[in-house]
């Protein structure tokens, strides 16, 4: 099994984290954050299918990590309501695998999870108290993981986010700005409202978090919500691009499987009763990505 070990000084041996899902945009980054701090395994699908209970718990128990990071996801929210035995696999089952072979270690386990577990019915961001109500496959099967985790393990982070953007891999924000330079002309959806997550800052709030913060569900997005429309207005002007034309849709004009709850910004009540500082707001995240864009690419 070719798994990768990332290190680099300094790094604290007295605690061991085990990264899965480290190819894409959130275990990239999470790798690279976690791997300054700490002793850090990263194993991308191809290493550890978390699917393979049988497989997940040898890796797991050859590894014997203090900490679980699981970043492996399902999370094309189309493909899911398109294959549900997939997306149930990965963000469900998968969940459990990881939650049960942690409970065999005594290991922590950090679980992502999204605001797509609400409806959308709400008109004022949605909090832990708040009844999860999915409306599609996606938001189901990641309602399924995190039960599984709470049912397996009690030492546990749930994390759920939305929107998150982020150099490199496959995300929102560098595919808008791509197809914006590209073609000049967007559809940008006005009735669909959340928070936009920069990587960084949520990698560093999860650093807080394992730390320092209890066992339970967190909600972590930079402060504010808004539209794709909004978000697409702001993000062109903060990349400087000038006269792309921007389309207003609805939702229910792009005919997509899935349905998208219409308002999904979220709250997150631990870490206001922990007196953290809020994330930033999503605009001036969306600016620091903007320069650190420029920065690799100049």
């Not at 950090?110 to 999860?132: A, C, L, N, Q």
């Amino acid at each position: 099994m070719a798994i990768e070990k990332s290190s680099s000084t300094p790094v604290d041996h007295r605690r061991k984290i085990l990264i899965t899902g480290a190819g894409g945009l959130l275990g990239r980054h999470a790798t690279r954050w976690f791997a300054d701090r700490y002793d850090v395994i990263a194993a991308r699908h191809e290493d550890v299918d978390i699917t393979d209970a049988r497989t997940v718990g040898q890796w797991i128990t050859e590894h014997r990590p203090d900490l679980i990071i699981n970043c492996a996801a399902f999370s094309n929210v189309d493909a899911c309501e398109r294959e549900p035995a997939r997306a149930f696999a990965v963000n469900a089952e998968g969940a459990y695998n990881l939650a049960l072979a942690a409970h065999r270690v005594g290991a922590e386990l950090v679980h992502f999870s999204t605001d797509y577990v609400f409806d959308g019915r709400k008109r004022t961001p949605y909090t832990i108290e708040d009844d999860p109500r999915p409306i599609n496959v996606y938001g189901q099967s990641k309602l399924e993981g995190e039960k599984f985790v709470r049912g397996a393990l009690s030492r546990h982070y749930i994390v759920r986010i939305a929107r998150l953007f982020g150099r490199g891999g496959r995300n929102f924000a560098s595919a808008l700005l791509d197809l914006a330079r590209r073609q000049g002309r967007l559809l940008a959806i006005v009735d669909e409202i959340g928070s936009p997550t920069y990587v960084m800052d949520l990698i560093e709030r999860l650093d807080e978090i394992i730390r320092w913060g209890p066992y339970g569900t967190y909600h972590v997005t930079n402060e504010g919500a808004c539209s794709w429309y909004e978000f697409a207005l702001t993000a062109l002007r903060l990349a400087g691009l000038r006269g792309v034309v921007i389309e207003k849709v609805n939702s229910a004009d792009l005919n997509r499987p899935a349905r998208r709850p219409h308002y999904t910004a979220l709250r997150c009540l631990v870490s206001e009763r922990l007196g953290w500082t809020p994330l930033r707001p999503w605009s001036e995240a969306f600016a620091a990505f903007i320069h650190e864009r420029d920065e690799q690419t100049g």
